[in-house]
């Protein structure tokens, strides 16, 4: 029976092919637009198996440690990784950028005219493998970074977000590390996360300072008449100063967005929640959660004043 036939009796076969052949080719020409960045070593050589410089590193070798109990569930997983040895951390630098650049190799000689299956599937185990390497690296150092936000935590800054800023500055450290200079890791990590950290810190407390100056024009006061009483601008004085007190009590994220949702300091217009979403770098519906959780700790804040509190402001 001759090909064609089978095609004939078969057409959904036929059909799976073109499809695969289809995707392997969208995937050529998806790895020919990326590059695959790695760190260049004398010792790496070009061919189809590893050199005998460049030995594998089983990772199910590599121990694990009881992350603290007081530790919440997502950050205890993230720290059940053993500290690495200097040597195995070289290795596993290694053998990462090696990976990385043999995939680069095979990368480059793909032809999207000419697809080659075999040389796709071996590009993304080479990849599968070096990000596997890479995850664990991260997640050996993760308590390093966790220890060194703890000392940067302000009542503006908490430890969530110093945290996440860390674990994103360390996932860059890991990719730039040249573990051939003889360095160790730890003390690469620790300098970028902390001068990310001590930035972070310094451009908060700059914008706290415009803010605090912000206060003094409160969207409470009144125009119109310059000559009003005494006794009105006194009692205008003593509610804001009560108001201010409460948004003091608030995170530097949450009197940003109250006062420009509700038009309050130098924030002489409503803003959207888009536009604010764009000023911080989040979702619009993060924007959205954070003035609920605004707006539920300034009722709760109110609902515990005493009634002498509230009586005082308007009293001159």
Not at 45 to 65: P, Y
Not at 106 to 120: F, G, M, W
Not at 175 to 184: A, L
Not at 211 to 227: N, P, S
Request: include cysteine; proline fraction near 2%.
């Amino acid at each position: 029976m001759t090909a064609a036939t089978l095609d004939r009796k078969n057409p959904s076969s036929v059909v799976k092919s073109q499809q695969n052949t289809e995707a392997a080719r969208h995937r050529t020409l998806e790895l020919l637009r990326t590059e695959i960045d790695f760190i260049p070593n004398s010792n790496f050589r070009h061919g189809d198996e590893f050199s005998e410089s460049i030995v594998e590193t089983s990772m199910e070798e590599l121990g694990s440690v009881k992350a603290p109990a007081e530790l919440p569930a997502h950050l205890r997983r993230m720290c059940e990784a053993e500290l690495l040895t200097h040597e195995q951390e070289a290795a596993l630098f290694r053998e990462m950028n090696y990976l990385k650049f043999r995939a680069n190799s095979l990368r480059s000689r793909l032809d999207p005219d000419n697809v080659d299956v075999d040389a796709l599937a071996t590009i993304d185990q080479l990849l599968s493998r070096a990000q596997a390497i890479r995850d664990h690296i991260i997640q050996a150092n993760t308590r390093l970074a966790m220890s060194i936000v703890k000392k940067f935590v302000t009542p503006q800054q908490c430890f969530d977000d110093l945290l996440s800023d860390s674990l994103l500055t360390l996932m860059q450290a890991v990719e730039k590390f040249d573990y051939d200079r003889g360095f160790r890791f730890s003390t690469y990590a620790y300098r970028s996360i902390a001068r990310n950290a001590y930035r972070a810190v310094t451009k908060d407390r700059a914008e706290e300072a415009k803010f605090v100056r912000d206060a003094e024009e409160w969207a409470f006061e009144q125009e119109g008449d310059c000559t009003a009483s005494t006794t009105a601008e006194r009692v205008w004085s003593n509610l804001r100063e009560l108001t201010a007190a409460m948004l003091d009590k608030l995170d530097r994220r949450e009197r940003f967005i109250i006062r420009s949702r509700y038009a309050l300091g130098a924030h002489r217009k409503v803003r959207t929640f888009q536009s604010l979403a764009d000023k911080l770098g989040v979702s619009k519906e993060r924007v959205r959660q954070l003035e609920q959780r605004a707006v539920s700790k300034l009722r709760a804040m109110a609902a515990e004043l005493e009634m002498d509190d509230l009586f005082s402001a308007s009293m001159v």
